[in-house]
């Protein structure tokens, strides 16, 4: 399993790792066709009251995402991310609204984190510029 750990201290705010991972899930793989397809980030920067923090999935050992869908559209693959079944689910958002790290955002369909597994390590740690993000295999 690869966990992508935040450290805030070097966080710029840019939101880099935000384009690298919509251009990312694009079909064209770069910005303006992720802003065409309207391709979302599945990684968000966030500042409130002058603080950094990120909203990622968690890979929770319970996930409770999967336990509030009403229809089993999500189900959690072997490398521990959160897979939704698009043709299932019904764009309810009882998922988005469950989770305790804000990590998914419903766009028509939930947006989760993938982590990239089809790269040799998640664009957004490679895009960002500061090494904020850094992956571990756990």
Request: aromatic share 4%; net charge positive; with cysteine.
């Amino acid at each position: 399993m690869i966990k992508i750990f935040f450290e805030k201290e070097k966080c710029l705010g840019c939101k880099t790792c935000e384009l690298a991972c919509a251009a990312a899930h694009s079909k064209t793989k770069n910005i303006a066709g992720a802003i065409r397809e309207k391709r979302f980030s599945r990684i968000r920067i966030k500042v409130k009251n002058g603080k950094i923090k990120v909203e990622q999935c968690m890979l929770c050992s319970d996930p409770k995402c999967i336990k509030a869908c009403p229809v089993g559209a999500l189900e959690r693959r072997e490398n521990g991310t959160i897979k939704v079944n698009e043709i299932t689910c019904t764009g309810c958002g009882l998922c988005q609204d469950t989770c305790p790290f804000n990590a998914i955002k419903l766009y028509n369909l939930p947006t989760v984190c993938d982590r990239c597994m089809e790269s040799d390590e998640p664009y957004c740690a490679k895009a960002c510029p500061t090494k904020a993000l850094k992956v571990k295999a756990v």
